[in-house]
């Protein structure tokens, strides 16, 4: 158990709030009161964050198994779960498609990221790292509607952004320098609220960065994100090449300093039009 005492308000807040949820994990509802009697002056705090999580604590539920669906794989007209219909292929990278889909329940455009075959571990761990961040409230953060699965298929299904990516933007033409300011500084802000509650991005680019309608910039695609305290247990990283940290292309440890890095790669790139290293060879970027 981590020694509270001299840490920062926060780092204690993310501390406790990581006790709670591994105990309520194991049906045990400790009140906030309880859980700060070290420092009662947080446990306000500690409530709203923790009703904040209650929300969401469907997600914490074993899945039930769907049907077969043999026409997931179809773009346009596939369904998944019997609730959300596949339209568009509107992204793709090495680790999962990204489709524009239709909630039929609630009537809403959505994003929903089917994992290629074989890009991801077991189907379970892979789900529970979804649910964890689907627990993530920032308003720089796009949020995660549900998790499921299809047959042989998992997918996670989050809001749909009509202003496109940051790749999308720079493609058109070169941000101003007050644009790309704002735009990296609310990104640091959103990795900051995730890297408080236990969860690392490990894919930071251009393309996982969504504008909204009102010019925000929202950090997307959490699909290999680790939680902090696994980070590195799983063998060498996933991610983009050129936005790699060094500790990600040794296949060595990652925290969250490395999507600081990956973030100072982007603010290079949006200022000057070009990415530091431009090999696609790991070894000429070490």
Not at 20 to 44: H, I, M, N, S, Y
Not at 96 to 116: M, T
Not at 257 to 276: A, Q, W, Y
């Amino acid at each position: 158990m981590t020694n509270l005492a001299g840490l920062p308000d926060r780092d204690v807040l993310a501390e406790l709030l990581l006790r709670w949820e591994e105990l309520f994990e194991r049906g045990q509802d400790t009140p906030a009161a309880e859980l700060a009697a070290e420092r009662p002056d947080l446990a306000p705090e500690l409530a709203r964050q923790i009703e904040a999580l209650k929300a969401v604590s469907w997600m914490t539920q074993p899945l039930k198994e769907g049907p077969q669906s043999p026409e997931v794989s179809a773009v346009g007209g596939g369904r998944l779960g019997a609730r959300y219909r596949l339209e568009t292929l509107v992204g793709a990278g090495g680790f999962a498609e990204v489709f524009r889909g239709f909630d039929e329940r609630l009537q809403r455009p959505v994003a929903i990221k089917l994992p290629r075959p074989g890009r991801v571990g077991p189907r379970d761990a892979f789900l529970a790292e979804a649910r964890r961040v689907a627990r993530l409230r920032h308003e720089g953060i796009v949020p995660v509607y549900d998790v499921g699965i299809d047959g042989d298929s998992c997918f996670i299904v989050s809001e749909f952004l009509e202003g496109g990516s940051l790749a999308d933007r720079l493609a058109d033409r070169r941000p101003s320098p007050e644009e790309a300011l704002r735009w990296v500084t609310e990104v640091a802000e959103a990795l900051e609220y995730a890297h408080l509650h236990g969860v690392v991005h490990l894919d930071i680019k251009p393309a996982n960065i969504l504008i909204d309608h009102h010019e925000r910039a929202k950090l997307a695609d959490f699909g290999i994100a680790q939680s902090a305290a696994k980070s590195g247990a799983a063998g060498p990283s996933l991610g983009t090449l050129r936005y790699m940290s060094p500790e990600q292309l040794l296949g060595k440890a990652t925290d969250h300093r490395s999507d600081i890095f990956s973030l100072g790669i982007v603010l290079h790139e949006i200022l000057t039009g070009k990415v530091p290293y431009q090999s696609l060879e790991p070894q000429r970027l070490k």
